[in-house]
Every structure is written in C-alpha cells, then in structure tokens.
Nanobody
Framework: QVQLVESGGGLVQAGGSLRLSCAASGSYFSSYAVGWFRQAPGKEREFVAAISYSGGATYYADSVKGRFTISRDNAKNTVYLQMNSLKPEDTAVYYC?????????????????????WGQGTQVTVSS
C-alpha cells in the first residue's frame, strides 16, 4: 500500500516555474513507477510525464516535452515535476500516481488505467 501526497502547486505568471513534489509513504516506494497527470476544468485527465522505478526511464507528453522534467529521489520517497516556461494552458489540477514496477518491464506507464494509487492533487494556475 502506498499513500501519495502532492505539493508545490500555486499561482504563477506565464513563463514562470514551479516544482511539484509527490511524497510517498508506505513500503518499497523505490519499486514503484510513478506518473504525473493533470485535469483542466471541463476536460478529461491527461498524461503529463512518467518515470520508472529506478529513474532510468522517463517519458513526456508532447505538450510538455522540453519544458517539464520528472525526477525522483528514492531515499526521500519523493518524485518531482519541475515545470519551466509555464503557459496558461498548463493550468490544471496535477495528480501523481504510482504502480508497482512490473518484473518484466523496466520502462514507464503512460496510461491512467495502469496505476493503482493516486494522490489528491495540487492546483497549478498560470496567469497570462
């Protein structure tokens, strides 16, 4: 069982930066792959970025590639999402999610349905 808590959201001007954190409690977080998703008002939740259990593999949505960076510190049971060059269209509630890394798969999980555990979300608002 893993519990996830997101933090670091807030209000920022376009072009600014934020770093989101996803802190996990529970056992063996270092064996979990993690993803970030977001949901804007009136829209479906969408994939943002994902990282494998070791951090050796990462993957990004095209809309954030080159601006966002996902990383993890397994010693701190935390995954980060560094967001630079923010745009108003990045405004959303951001969620982190976790799934045990498959024994035969060392990559990432880019789909919502693949995740077992979810945080409550943190609001990111980018003003123009």
């Amino acid at each position: 069982q893993v519990q996830l808590v997101e933090s670091g959201g807030g209000l920022v001007q376009a072009g600014g930066s934020l770093r989101l954190s996803c802190a996990a409690s529970g056992s063996y977080f270092s064996s979990y792959a993690v993803g970030w998703f977001r949901q804007a008002p009136g829209k479906e939740r969408e994939f943002v970025a994902a990282i494998s259990y070791s951090g050796g593999a990462t993957y990004y949505a095209d809309s954030v590639k080159g601006r966002f960076t996902i990383s993890r510190d397994n010693a701190k049971n935390t995954v980060y999402l560094q967001m630079n060059s923010l745009k108003p269209e990045d405004t959303a509630v951001y969620y982190c999610a976790a799934v045990p890394q498959g024994a035969s798969w060392s990559g990432v999980y880019p789909h919502e349905y693949e995740y077992d555990y979810w945080g409550q979300g943190t609001q990111v608002t980018v003003s123009s």
